[in-house]
Every structure is written in C-alpha cells, then in structure tokens.
C-alpha cells in the first residue's frame, strides 16, 4: 500500500525567503512522485514530477525537488517566495504498476507574507 | 497542450434532483479516466475509476447507484449525482492520464478545472 504525509498543513514564509514543503511517501514498489498546485476553486496544476533518472527535478514557477530514496522523501522547495505562490500543495504519490491512481497528501497552505 | 475541460463549472440543483458534469480531454485520448472529491480545505479523495467501454471501478464507500459514471469515448467521461442531497455538495475534480504515443504524457495525469456542486 501507498501513503504520503505532508507535514504541515500551514506553512508562512515571507516574500523573497526559501519555500520549503515537506512530503514523506511510502511504497513498496517504485514509486512516481508529483507536487501540484492548486488555486482556489480550481483544478490542480502539475508543479513537477520524478519518475526515473535524475533525482532533482526541475518544475515551472521556479519549484523543484529531490527525490531522496533512503529519506523516502520528495520535498518541495523554492529560493525565493513570491506572492503569486500562496496557494494549496499537493504531493501525490502513484505506483508504476500501469494503474496510475494517484494517492494525494492532505495538502499544504502556503502563505507570503509581504 | 494535454487540457482536461469539465462542464459546467459550478451547478446548483434542488434537492432530489440529478446533475450530470462533463470531464473531455481535449488534445488527448484518455481510456482511463478518474473522478475525485473534494471537500473545503481537505484533500482530493478518489471517487471512481472511469474505464472506456466498460464498467467503472469504484473505491471503497462510493456508492456506484448514487454516482454512474458513463466513459463514452476516449475523449468523454461523465458523472451523473443521483437524487442529490445536501451532503453531495461538494467540488468534483476528473482527471485523466495520457496514452502511449500521445501528446500527453503516460505517467502523468492532466486535472480539469473542478465542478462546483451546490445542493439545496
């Protein structure tokens, strides 16, 4: 079975400071790990993903992660926050058995503070 | 490109009645389709699996006479809230991933904009 812990349903950050969003997923099989974001009354927006290859991943909006096996971790990080990304985070985690069900964390309000 | 569109955006319906929302991938061809939940300042809970030309596949606690789901073509997938009631309230989100050799990619899923369900 799959799970994924965000840790930190609040997180507040001042504009221009490092963004860090915590994820912890567990899988007994390879996983694909995605972070979305999510504007209110919208629909979700793919930030970036890890499938295979290179553990640090690159997305828009100046995100990226690293996918850090031993750590069982995909945190999300930006250098410098914007007020533009306060919004909701989503990490997700899916199996590479072909199903492609997403399995969500409880999600991460990001505020930036002016 | 790999757009998923929902119709209609936002809905408001009497109690008993049904509503009927529209998820189209709109440059790709889905043969899977998912449906999830969404309640105020909570996660996305998955509903239901949305295969074309067959059944659905619905998740634990989902009842499937309370929410059919019809996957018509590649392109389509509708959800019907029978007799809705208050609780049905919520925001409904589909989502679908690509097929191999498409525009969109395979191990991603692509998110429609959301149906706001409003029951009175």
Not at chain 2, 59 to 83: M, P, R
């Amino acid at each position: 079975a799959q799970s994924v812990t965000q840790l930190g349903s609040h997180v507040s950050v001042s504009e221009g400071a490092l963004v860090l969003l915590r994820c912890n997923y567990s899988s007994s099989v390879p996983p694909y790990l995605f972070w979305y974001v999510q504007y209110p009354n919208q629909g979700l927006q793919l930030l970036l993903k890890y499938t295979t290859g290179a553990t640090l991943v690159k997305g828009i909006n100046g995100f990226e992660a690293e996918f850090k096996k031993s750590e069982t971790s995909f945190h999300l990080t930006k250098p410098s926050a914007h007020m533009s990304d306060a919004a909701e985070y989503f990490c997700a985690v899916s199996s590479t058995s072909g199903t492609y069900k997403y399995i969500f964390g409880t999600g991460t309000r990001l505020k930036v503070l002016a | 490109g790999a757009v998923v569109s929902q119709h209609p955006s936002w809905v408001i319906c009497k109690s008993g009645t049904s509503v009927k929302i529209e998820c189209r991938s709109l440059d790709f061809q889905a043969t899977t389709m998912f449906w999830y939940r969404q309640f105020p300042k909570q996660s996305l809970m998955l509903m239901a699996t949305s295969n074309e030309g067959s059944k659905a596949t619905y998740e634990q606690g989902v009842e499937k006479d309370k929410f059919l789901i019809n996957h018509a073509s590649l392109t389509l997938s509708t959800l019907t809230v029978t007799s809705a009631h208050p609780e049905d309230s919520s925001f409904y989100i589909c989502s679908a991933p690509g097929l191999a050799g498409g525009l969109a990619s395979t191990d991603t899923q692509y998110f429609g904009p959301g149906t706001r369900l409003t029951v009175l």
